[in-house]
């Protein structure tokens, strides 16, 4: 399985970046597709993920209501809609695909199989 993240770039505080996550490799019902950041000197955080069957969301608090997990099944593909971005949304971003993961467990980068490389996301004031 692999894992392409892309769409990241430099962004004012207020626009809106998305980001896209390209699967390919295998098959992915019954995996969770989450997105990850890590700004430096500070440790991974979980953003968001999506049920790839079923399509069901989950999302930190810190981007609840700004940023949005899509899916588009037949392109294989995750997106990761940011709006209202802010000086602390600067990132790196991650996606990643884990299987069998459950709401409670989404949110746990140690639960994930496969991982993409980051798209670094900059917002400026």
């Known amino acids: 399985v692999q894992l392409q993240a892309s769409g990241g770039g430099l962004v004012q505080a207020g626009g809106s970046l998305r980001l896209t996550c390209a699967a390919s490799?295998?098959?992915?019902?019954?995996?969770?597709m989450g997105w990850f950041r890590q700004a430096p000197g500070k440790e991974r955080e979980f953003v968001g993920g999506?049920?790839?069957?079923?399509?069901?969301?989950t999302y930190a608090d810190a981007v609840k209501g700004r940023f949005t997990i899509s899916k588009d099944t037949a392109k294989n593909t995750v997106y990761l809609q940011m709006n209202k971005l802010k000086l602390d949304d600067t990132a790196g971003y991650y996606c990643?695909?884990?299987?069998?993961?459950?709401?409670?467990?989404?949110?746990?980068?140690?639960?994930?199989?496969?991982w993409g490389q980051g798209t670094q996301v900059t917002v400026s004031s």
């Open positions: 990643a695909a884990g299987r069998g993961l459950i709401t409670s467990t989404m949110s746990n980068a140690i639960k994930y199989n496969y």
């Open positions: 490799g295998g098959t992915f019902n019954g995996y969770v």
């Open positions: 999506i049920k790839w069957s079923g399509g069901s969301t």
